[in-house]
């Protein structure tokens, strides 16, 4: 009698350990790889994507979240935005400004600032020419910004990214993506954007594991 009750109690002890040792987020429940999730690298820089829209007041709520993350993210992980337009023309003019803010240098100073006009001040953008007098306060010239907006280097990039955002398999935003493989955003699983951030970091570190074995 006595064996099978240490029996059981090993048992269960196992099964509580096993669990224990389980991943806390889970593929297809908590984040989704990517169908044409990019292949292994030897890098050992941690891509994190943030896909976003001026436009998109539920960006505008994750910018805070997310300029706390980026201060006290790991060293080895490289922040990358990803500006969408899923076909609304105010949406792309957005998304083409932040490229062409990329280009010449002010994106990381103009960001928080164009969130704040948008939201905060009730900016409307419905021009290049608009956004160019906006761009001014960050050290560039309105001809030059209209210039490099209509420029073919500008236009390759917002194809690029548009590219990426049919690749990620992106359907709303904000949504993150860790290393072009991982693909989250808030659900009922994740059901916050803290949470959200908590399943990033997961995967940071799950990638960065990975690179150091290799």
Known sequence: MMQKVILA????????????????????????????????????????????????????????????????????VKLDRLPVGFGRRTWELLAQGYITAEMMGIAEKSHVPMMDAIWKSGKKFRSVEELADFYTR????????????????????????QRDVKLFGITGTPTMVVDRKYRINTSKAVPSFEAMLDVVNFLVKQEHARQSKD
Not at 28 to 56: L, N, P
Not at 138 to 161: H, L, P, T, W
């Open 9 to 76: 109690l090993g048992l269960l002890l196992g099964s509580q350990v096993a669990m224990a040792e389980q991943d806390p987020y889970q593929e297809g429940v908590h984040y989704f790889k990517i169908a044409q999730a990019a292949g292994e690298t030897t890098s050992d820089t941690v891509e994190v994507t943030e896909v976003f829209s001026y436009a998109c007041t539920h960006c505008n709520t994750f910018e805070p979240f997310m300029q706390s993350w980026k201060k006290n993210k790991p060293d080895y």
């Open 138 to 161: 960050f050290g560039v010239k309105k001809d030059s910004f209209i210039a490099n907006f209509k420029s073919f280097a500008a236009d390759s990039q917002m194809r690029k990214a």
